[in-house]
């Protein structure tokens, strides 16, 4: 049974930097495409950050181009996301995906399993 676990959340003040992990299980996690997505309090679940099945290119909402960095070793079945230069509206539970996509990274329907999720606090 495929399982993904989330661990890195916490708080950080504005500014500061945060890394999530993702550890997979259960599923050849090497030949998955792996996302971030999160939710904010009172909002809908929203596309992050995502990485092909070989790290070979990577996508990222806008709103964290340039703060935001996503990588996977596949030798550990870890994908993370290096959160830097937080902003409180960063504030929100941050989940990992897997699924076999071709193009649709952005699209939660598009994954196939997900993480129970870990919070992230940015405090002003």
């Known amino acids: 049974q495929a399982q993904l676990v989330e661990s890195g959340g916490g708080l950080v003040q504005a500014g500061g930097s945060l890394r999530l992990s993702c550890v997979g299980s259960?599923?050849?996690?090497?030949?998955?495409?792996m996302g971030w997505f999160r939710r904010a309090p009172g909002k809908e679940r929203e596309f992050v950050a995502a990485i092909s099945w070989n790290g070979g290119n990577t996508y990222y909402t806008d709103s964290v181009k340039g703060r935001f960095a996503i990588s996977r070793d596949n030798a550990a079945n870890t994908v993370y996301l290096e959160m830097n230069r937080v902003k409180p509206e960063d504030t929100a539970v941050y989940y990992c995906?897997?699924?076999?996509?071709?193009?649709?990274?952005?699209?939660?329907?598009?994954?196939?399993?997900w993480g129970q999720g870990t919070q992230v606090t940015v405090s002003s």
């Open positions: 995906a897997s699924g076999i996509i071709a193009t649709k990274y952005f699209d939660e329907k598009a994954y196939e399993h």
């Open positions: 259960g599923h050849m996690f090497g030949s998955y495409a």
